[in-house]
């Protein structure tokens, strides 16, 4: 039956499908949500005629970049693909294949959803720099007045900025000239599940451990300070989570995206935790793991324990805190084809190459006289 539709009709039809699976759903997560709100805006689209099918769009895309040609993705208001050299060489993906590509990322690390952290994308392959604006408010209130006498002005809360830059991330992957030109659907998704996993991982891995200096991003340990260490080696007991929990304060704990991250191995140990009566510590609802009433991600790039380190890394346990004071910058996807390269030409192969800008920061206007975010260690 599918050979006598169109492309943009199959497309359609595996679009229903999966919002017909999500609908059938017992718990619909943000994720969820955010998917659902994507299909039906394309079904809608596709229903109208106002857009081609993103399969096209990709195939054109390709097809353009194996001819020598690099396009950037239909510019809004436009019904045709224009075609223009980026700075860096490459051509910017179009836009369904990098939301694609950002969804994915999300799935593999926590810091990189935008439902965890405040994840700012770019409508370009740039970065330009971006200030984030804010005050310290961990002393600001409002003062009582009384009517008809002359107050002296308020001292107002100090203004504080941090400002996020684009450091270039590449991942290159080899194909076969003959791959290109025969079996073109099939090697574009194994391509954006190639980009997806490598920009998740190199990217995923500063936003934890980078150092925020000119040359890197600020992962999220060296924006936080590490406030406790596990009192035993090898165990969680209630009263680790306890002290973790109440060294940030209660309008932090309160926020929308205040959670927990943690390593697969830290995970593990929260797992086997229980209270004096033997109930677990970790609650489990509806496929959602909460940890006194807050969710918990595992990161995979927090650092694991190393007993030959002697004192363990600082995070090496968890971060906790508000996530949505740590924001990650990101831009779109370019890629760059090249075939007379040493080493590939003579083997009848194409080198494609990914670049991706990003940048992130903790940014907490108060200096870390109430942090929203911190970290903790494990036993040594």
């Known amino acids: 039956m599918s050979k006598y539709l169109t492309p943009a009709q199959q497309e359609y039809r595996l679009l229903a499908n999966e919002a017909d699976e999500i609908s059938k759903r017992s718990d619909i997560s943000k994720r969820d949500e955010s998917r659902m709100s994507f299909l039906l805006a394309k079904m809608k689209a596709l229903q109208s005629g106002n857009v081609a099918s993103s399969s096209d769009e990709t195939r054109d895309f390709f097809r353009a970049l194996l001819k020598g040609r690099e396009t950037r993705q239909m510019q809004e208001g436009q019904q045709t693909i224009t075609y223009s050299a980026q700075a ?134 060296a924006g936080t300070s590490s406030v406790y260490t596990l ?84 995070g090496s346990f968890c971060v906790f805190g508000d996530l949505e004071h740590y924001f990650v910058r990101v831009s779109k996807l370019a890629i760059r084809r090249q075939w007379q ?6 083997n009848g192969m194409a080198l494609y190459t990914g670049i991706m800008r990003a940048d992130a920061k903790v940014f907490d206007p108060t200096g870390g006289s109430n942090a929203p975010i911190v970290s903790a260690t494990l036993h040594e």
């Not at 194994?190 to 890197?216: D, E």
């Not at 489990?284 to 694991?304: A, Q, R």
């Not at 390269?341 to 003579?346: A, C, D, I, T």
């Open 88 to 221: 860096e060489g490459g051509a910017l993906v179009p836009q369904e294949f990098y939301d694609n590509l950002v969804m994915g990322m999300a799935q593999y690390d926590p810091l990189l959803d935008k439902n965890i952290v405040t994840l700012i994308e770019s409508g370009s392959g740039a970065l330009p720099p971006f200030t984030l604006p804010g005050w310290d408010l961990s002393t600001f209130s409002a003062v009582m007045v009384g009517e008809g006498v002359k107050q002296n002005p308020q001292t107002p809360p100090a203004v504080s900025g941090a400002i996020l830059n684009g450091y270039k991330f590449m991942a290159s992957l080899p194909v076969s000239i003959e791959l290109e030109e025969d079996a073109f659907q099939s090697w574009q998704s194994l391509m954006q599940t190639a980009y997806t996993i490598g920009m998740a991982r190199g990217i995923g891995k500063q936003l934890v451990v980078g150092s925020g200096s000119p040359n890197a991003p600020q992962g999220v340990l």
């Open 231 to 314: 009192a035993s080696n090898g165990v969680v007991v209630l009263n680790d989570i306890e002290n973790i929990y109440f060294k940030v304060d209660r309008v932090h704990r309160a926020a929308p995206k205040c959670a927990w991250l943690m390593n697969d191995a830290a995970y593990q140990m929260v797992r086997k935790a229980v209270d004096a009566v033997g109930n677990p510590l970790l609650k489990v609802h509806k496929d959602k793991e909460t940890l006194m009433g807050k969710p918990v991600y595992v990161s995979p790039s927090l650092p694991n324990y190393n007993a030959s380190l002697g004192a363990q890394l600082p």
């Open 341 to 346: 390269l040493p080493g590939y030409v003579e």
